[in-house]
């Protein structure tokens, strides 16, 4: 991203205010940490095997084992399993979707004055929003994502942006 801003730094995707950029990259992050624990318990966490399937994908003994590709699977995978494992202390699938909703909510909140969640044109927050809110569907409560008038209206205003 710092490469593309230097680049093109009339084209930037983070607001030109230093608060607003700084307060952009942390919504970013938000995005990237906060909703996709749901996201990995959706995944990961479907019958009671799924900690052994899942860690049976970076063992040793796993046909790619001391592979580039092993190496990467086990740097994404570890932080799934710890997601997995709050994911349950949390409470299981309900508090899952319980959670994930709060955040939609959150998020609706922002949104409920202004297309994006910087005003009226997207940011880097916007884009990493919208791509969990597209995972989301799959999530536990997934469905809330359709439910928030102001997400929805988040993602038409993004895809005609784009276009």
Not at 79 to 91: C, D, S, W
Not at 117 to 126: M, R, S, V
Request: proline letters at 7%; one cysteine or more.
């Amino acid at each position: 991203m710092v490469y593309l801003e230097e680049k093109w730094p009339e084209r930037s995707i983070y607001p030109s205010d230093p608060v607003d950029r700084q307060r952009c990259a942390l919504l970013e992050d938000w995005a990237d940490e906060s909703l996709t624990g749901p996201a990995h318990w959706a995944v990961w966490c479907r019958g009671d095997d799924a900690p052994q399937k899942l860690l049976g994908q970076i063992a040793d003994e796993h046909p790619t084992s001391g592979s580039r590709l092993q190496l990467a699977i086990k740097s994404r995978m570890l932080p799934m399993i710890f997601n997995m494992l709050v994911a349950k202390r949390r409470g299981g699938p309900e508090a899952t979707a319980r959670y994930f909703e709060s955040q939609l909510d959150m998020l609706a909140g922002l949104l409920a004055h202004q297309p994006f969640l910087f005003g009226d044109e997207p940011t880097a927050a916007d884009f990493a929003v919208v791509g969990q809110l597209a995972n989301g569907l799959d999530f536990p409560g997934g469905k809330a994502v359709l439910e928030r008038e102001h997400l929805t209206r988040m993602v038409r205003a993004l895809l005609a942006y784009i276009q």
